[in-house]
């Protein structure tokens, strides 16, 4: 979590403007505080303060930062609570040796109390304050130049980190190295960035080039240079140039990104399909043939890997599971060359998830992944990638690249039964039509459900809990329908199997209590109505998703949410998904919270 930024450039700007341009893009990776160190006049200035973006630069004049070279960051607070002290950057004793960090020191205590001892002193509470002391130690006592002095440090760092470097020491050069937490670099005609994320720098550049783990850089306005730094190679690496376009991180005119991004479903669907990828008949090959499969995935990623569970289950004839990624530890004994590990992400830098796949990969494991970030850590651990193809998600609540990860997880299930022969193929032929038509289902389920949906807020927003229960497939979009409304709306919503629902949960229910209810004209169908049945004679008010003309369940509902015929059996997990994501956008705006940052949450989530 935390994003980063870092530019240099040949004029001298009003450089605070363009780095805070730059984190508000990156804000969905943490919002507790801001700050920026930039050089000007050979010396080091920190601004920073405790708060959101807007906040801070309430407070703060950003025109008044100039200069040539700044970095700043934006932080989800890990070591120490969200104050102006530990926000980011920090400095050495002298102010000299500035640093921003995205990432954990794992050893920071003992490294503290080595530098305690050394005489240094400390402002914050942070694992990070340790590192530009770590240099100074170096740089002032044993006389050792900048660069140097920083490689010796990062090699001594334990745990995830990228970190930028700026210093009077050398004041045209920012330092950066990378272990296990993202950084890029892009590159214009006068200046040089380094972010967490493109998007940071996406309407200036589309000239990228991702750095890779134990990789160092010196950037200057002049150009980059990398080296690893354990053997202190050179490496050679050219930019690519990046398919997304400036507008595809911008709100387009949309009140939020979250909106924009449930809008944008129809569109990034249809460039899934559209988009034919080599990678997938391999996947496929390779489960079918592999002797035990795993989904590794973590919050609404994971929910995509449950319907990945059942379609690899239902087409290949196999047994596999979906394990959440911080669970990897109770598998690994099970984990050998004839495993295949399919993780599903959409930033490709989940911590947990890395982990778990690096360890199988150890252990002589294939790792097939379905991800959304291009060159992302998770894609260069992979064997075959299969891309989502769903542009930019800035939201920290996942919508365009949940139906992403499920679209995958279907295309893959097909390929299965096409190979395993459980689909013959005029079925196979039916599936894949019906595949084509899934952008223009989901449009009209954005276009009939929106209205309605932000009329059911009003009431739900005044509500305290809820329970979202499906059945089958549809027990995953229950389950991302709860976790949708539970991050941005903050009513406890909990989803749970609705044959379940009468072993324990229905005693929570009374008078008035909200249950949504995922009910598509399928085999659960009627399963679904004694369920609802069984809620609404404690009093539950049914809020249904249903399938449109569905008589007898509209009946049941006090509201009803419509997905179009046609889809009760094929694909149900995508479009149905679709009304619960409105459901929860606009309780949370109801409840005027910024559904784009909901509290203590980031969307990148680089910690264990
Ligand atoms: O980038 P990933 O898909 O690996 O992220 C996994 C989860 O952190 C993410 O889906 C999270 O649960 C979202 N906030 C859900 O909306």
Known sequence: MCGIVGIVQQQETKIGKTIIEALTKLEYRGYDSVGIASIFDNKVLITKDQGKISEVTERIDINKIKGKIAIGHTRWATHGPPTKENAHPHTDCSGEISVIHNGIVENFRALKEELLNQGHSFQSETDTEIIPHMIEQLVKKEDILLKEAIIQVVRRLEGTFAICVVSSLEPDKIFCAKRDSPLVIGINSDRMFCASDIPAFLDKTRKVVLLHDDEFVTLSSEGYEIIDFNTMVKIQRKPHIVSWKPEMAQKAGFPHFMLKEIHEQPNSLADYIRIKQPALNKIADKIYNAEKIFLLAAGTAHYSTLTGEHLIRKYAKKSCS????????????????????????????????????????????????????????????????????????????????????????????????????????????????????????????????????????????????????????????????????KEISYIHSEAYPAGESKHGPIALVEEDYPVVF??????????????????????????????????????????????????????????????????????????????????NLSKVVTVL
Do not use: C
């Open 322 to 485: 979906a394990i959440i990624s911080s669970e990897y530890e109770s598998i690994t004994s099970l984990i050998d060359e004839d495993t295949v590990i399919l993780p599903v992400s959409q930033s490709g830098e989940t911590m947990d998830t890395i982990m778990a796949i690096k360890n199988a990969k150890e252990l002589g494991a294939s790792i097939l992944s379905a991800v959304n970030v291009i060159g992302s850590t998770i894609t260069r651990h992979s064997d075959e990638v299969l891309y989502l193809y769903a542009g930019p998600e800035i939201g920290v609540a996942a919508t365009k690249t949940y139906t992403a990860q499920t679209i995958a997880m279907w295309d893959i299930g097909l390929e299965l039964g096409k190979l395993s022969g459980e689909i013959d193929n005029s079925e196979y032929l039916a599936a894949r039509k019906l595949f084509q038509e899934i952008p223009t289902v989901v449009k009209q389920t954005i276009v009939r459900n929106e209205a309605r949906a932000n009329h059911i807020a009003s009431w739900f927003a005044k509500k305290n809990s809820s329970f979202y229960l499906g059945r089958g497939l549809n027990l995953q979009t229950a389950n991302e329908g709860a976790l949708k409304m």
């Open 518 to 599: 995922v009910a598509p004209k399928d085999q659960t169908n009627k399963k679904m109505i004694s369920n609802i049945m069984e809620m609404k004679a404690r009093g539950a008010t049914a809020i249904i998703v249903m399938e449109e003309g569905d008589k007898e369940i509209e009946e049941l509902a006090k509201w009803k949410l419509e997905v179009p015929k046609g889809y009760s059996e094929m694909l149900t997990t995508i479009p149905y998904i679709i009304p619960l994501q409105v459901l929860a956008y606009y309780t949370a705006v109801r409840k005027n919270l910024n559904p784009d940052y909901p509290k």
